[in-house]
């Protein structure tokens, strides 16, 4: 019988970009990818055009981020993203994991940069879109797997309080 794996890393890989860290509380909505390029897994989407559709964020309302799927078919030009006219999941309340593009800390806001597909800590106009109620739950540093929460918390109000009936 053929052996697949016979050598392990000192220190396996934390996650991937997409991929859900936690379902203790997580939403996921279907939609449709428009985008033609596809959606990234982990990327941030936006209502689309069509009825139940998605494309890249970049200046609608922010939908959701693109789970991780295994089971989407492989395109050469872009193999880990959902492709156009593909059913994708996509969360809008959770954490999922995420590929930092800056030095980031625990707390920090969240934002898109659009050039490089990374999330990083600092806006700038145009070229890093918010994601609405999203914070960076780890340090890391450029380039790093960190985790991110989405619609978990809100800053500014007490813990207390939002769960008061």
């Known amino acids: 019988m053929a052996t697949y794996q016979t050598t392990y890393g000192a220190a396996p890989a934390k996650g991937l970009a997409g991929q859900i860290a936690s379902e203790e509380k997580c939403n996921k909505v279907s939609r449709t990818v428009e985008t033609a390029a596809g959606i990234k897994f982990g990327a941030p989407a936006q209502r689309g055009a069509g009825n139940h559709g998605v494309a890249i964020l970049s200046t609608g309302d922010f939908l959701g981020l693109a789970v991780l799927n295994p ?4 395109s ?3 193999p880990d993203a959902y492709p156009q006219y593909f059913t994708g999941a996509f969360m809008t ?4 994991y995420v590929t930092a593009g800056a030095t980031v800390a625990a707390g920090d806001p ?11 800590n600092t806006g700038n106009t145009g070229a890093n879109p918010a994601i609405p109620d999203a ?7 450029d380039g790093a797997i960190v985790q991110i ?3 978990l918390r809100r800053r500014g109000i007490s813990p207390r309080l939002r769960c008061r009936r």
């Open 71 to 74: 089971a989407v078919p492989p």
């Open 110 to 120: 969240v934002y898109y940069v659009t050039a490089t597909g990374r999330y990083t």
């Open 76 to 78: 050469a030009s872009n």
């Open 135 to 141: 914070f960076f739950e780890e340090a890391g540093t």
């Open 149 to 151: 929460s989405l619609g």
């Open 93 to 96: 309340m959770g954490t999922m």
